[in-house]
């Protein structure tokens, strides 16, 4: 097919979005767009060879214009169980007020048919950022659903995630829409979808969609025709005042258990320029913790996320204003929140960690940020310490108004399936059982009795009897507390992670990814590592492989099938490869296990945590070159 059909054929479908697009500004985008996509160099015929300057401009700009084109217009952004997320932009691959208002009129029509006969109109929770077009977004969903009959309840303005997912509880709604794309740069956003009400019970009551219902979802919003067909309220939705912000805090203060001392611990937060900045403070202020100050180059929510190259506290770089911040005012303790406050990174003073070769910077200190996993075990820890022994705290089991909200069998912590194995083995010294689900909260948040639940990247779940979610904000206070109360004992987080490592041997984590501009190779990638896995790992033998895609059936849980391998070695070194569900990545997930004594000193724990970094800095090494990943 010739590049001037190709253009034609484009044109039109270009043409076409513009006349349904309902926002001036993405419509004329595509208009400049297109212009540039036909613009042809005067003098110039199509195949004629040239090497003048002023021609290869234009026709690299004319290039560069089609190749854009054909990029918004290659498919419709897809909405799944992450809802919707991507570039904002015009054409149906971007996200633009179109493509929210078709994803908006789809919800409200599944809504409908899942209420039908129920008694009353569905109940919508509408929450949202503070990223470009987060609000013009929110309002057109309010608008679309609110035209067909639905009852729609709009937050008073942009804030954290976690609220939206406990309005979707504390409101007994259907359902729950929230702007964001959480950590993503910042020309990307996004609509997570939370069921709840009547139309999901028991354990997944208020927490994000899964199958089936993303099918349905998805389904209904194929069967939009046009934009111009949807009908749209100019008002007649309610705008809620703070009610439901001040009943989130409350329940974030109810969640951590009473009477723990605050002490004299000093906190550095920051919110990365999100939302999560001034209910995290005013929580931890509330909460006795009189010495918290936030990075002030990110403590305003900025869209444009202007002192970080991604905001996302994983990220390198990410959260050095914290850790210089920490180390002028001597802080005990940093807490990060990701832009939509769902997530909480931490980080603290380890002397192993201490950088002498790099004096006057945090480095030198021994400032250094907790992986996702220590954080979830620490948390885990403490919460199975709580219910195992009976006490009493928001971080109790749910036991409250649905019954699918208890297991039979007892409370659960919960992790995913790359996360540490750890948590298994903290739950069972407790008496507890311990769930491993597929990836993502949606899923960690369905555990039936679930007490606590983590994933390795940053989401920790400290309160499931209200948000069924991670929340960065009560996960900080959950942090921050349990510091609190080792200083009031003169030790530390540190010193509580050597005390895990002593009793249940020392599991180090780690992850090795790859991002690819070829899809394929991903596919490519997959298939040699299932079709010759290694059969060595650290140079222990590999005594057990399992392909996630067949599912599961084991004393971990039994997992319905994901893309994905499972390895373990002899020594109980463990790789989970697996395409990312977000990101262009190919993602490996390693853990070592070192055996450390009941009675290990600080040195011996020490050197115990040398040799497993050791073993782990190797592994790293052997999946990149087995999986024939770059660094």
């Known amino acids: 097919m010739s590049a001037d059909v190709d253009l034609a054929t484009l044109e039109q479908q270009v043409q076409a979005w513009i006349d349904d697009d309902p926002d001036a500004t993405t419509a004329q985008e595509l208009r400049d767009l297109l212009g540039r996509a036909r613009t042809q160099p005067e003098g110039w015929e199509p195949g004629q060879e040239t090497h003048d300057l002023r021609v290869l401009s234009v026709l690299s700009d004319t290039g560069a214009a089609r190749e854009e084109l054909a990029d918004r217009f290659a498919g419709t952004l897809q909405f799944g169980t992450a809802g919707l997320r991507g570039r904002l932009g015009g054409g149906p691959n971007r996200m633009n007020r179109a493509v929210v208002i078709r994803a908006a009129s789809g919800l409200a029509d599944f809504l409908l048919g899942e209420t039908e006969g129920a008694g009353g109109p569905p109940v919508v929770v509408v929450g949202y950022d503070a990223r470009h077009r987060s609000v013009d977004f929110a309002h057109d969903t309010a608008a679309v659903l609110t035209a067909v009959g639905c009852d729609v309840r709009l937050l008073p303005g942009p804030l954290p995630t976690p609220v939206l997912a406990f309005a979707v509880r504390h409101l007994g709604a259907d359902a729950g829409v929230m702007v964001t794309a959480s950590h993503n740069p910042p020309q990307d956003n996004g609509y997570k979808v939370y069921l709840g009400g009547r139309v999901v019970h028991g354990a997944g009551q208020g927490a994000q969609i899964v199958p089936p219902y993303d099918g349905g979802i998805a389904a209904a919003i194929a069967r939009v025709p046009s934009v111009a067909s949807v009908p749209r309220a100019a008002s007649g939705w309610t705008v809620l005042g703070p009610e439901v912000a001040e009943a989130y805090v409350a329940s974030v203060l109810g969640s951590a258990p009473p009477g723990r001392p605050a002490a004299d611990l000093s906190i550095v937060l920051t919110p990365m320029h999100g939302v999560g900045g001034a209910i995290a403070l005013r929580v931890l202020q509330a909460a006795g913790f009189g010495r918290v100050q936030l990075v002030p180059q990110q403590a305003a929510p900025d869209p444009d996320f202007p002192t970080v190259d991604f905001p996302n506290p994983e990220e390198p770089g990410a959260i050095d204003l914290s850790l210089v911040l920490a180390a002028t005012v001597d802080a005990d303790l940093v807490l990060a929140l990701d832009p ?4 909480c990174a931490v980080a603290l003073r380890d002397p192993r960690a201490a950088l002498p070769t790099a004096p006057g910077t945090a480095a030198a200190d021994g400032w250094r940020m907790l992986h996702g996993d220590e954080t979830g075990s620490l948390l885990g820890a403490a919460v199975a310490a709580r219910v195992a022994g009976g006490e009493a705290g928001g971080t109790a089991w749910p036991t409250g108004d649905d019954p699918g909200d208890a297991a039979a069998d007892g409370p659960a912590l919960a992790s995913s399936i790359v996360s540490s194995r750890l948590l298994g083995r903290i739950a069972a010294a407790h008496g507890l059982r311990h769930v491993q689900t597929l990836t993502g909260f949606k899923w960690i948040a369905r555990v039936p009795g679930l007490a606590f639940g983590y994933e390795e990247a940053l989401g920790l779940c400290v309160d499931p009897a209200h948000v069924r979610d991670k929340d960065g904000i009560s996960a900080a206070l959950a942090v921050a507390r349990l510091a609190a109360d080792l200083a009031a004992q003169g030790r530390t987080l540190v010193d509580a992670l050597d ?101 290990a000193s600080y040195e011996d724990v020490s050197a115990a945590r040398e040799r497993a970094r050791e073993r782990l800095d190797a592994l790293a090494d052997e999946v990149r070159a087995a999986l024939g990943l770059s660094a």
């Open 340 to 343: 939509d406050a769902d997530r």
């Open 499 to 599: 005390d895990l490592a002593r009793a249940h041997g020392l599991h180090l984590t780690d992850q090795v990814s790859a991002r690819f501009t070829d899809l394929d190779a991903i596919g490519t990638t997959m298939d040699r590592v299932r079709d010759q896995p290694p059969t060595f790992l650290g140079g222990s033998p590999v005594v057990e492989t399992v392909d996630l895609a067949a599912g599961t059936d084991d004393d971990r849980g039994g997992l319905p099938p994901t893309a994905g391998l499972r390895l373990v070695a002899e020594d109980g070194t463990r790789v989970v490869v697996r395409p990312s569900g977000t990101e262009p990545k190919v993602k490996c997930y390693l853990e070592v296990v070192q055996a450390v004594a009941p009675d």
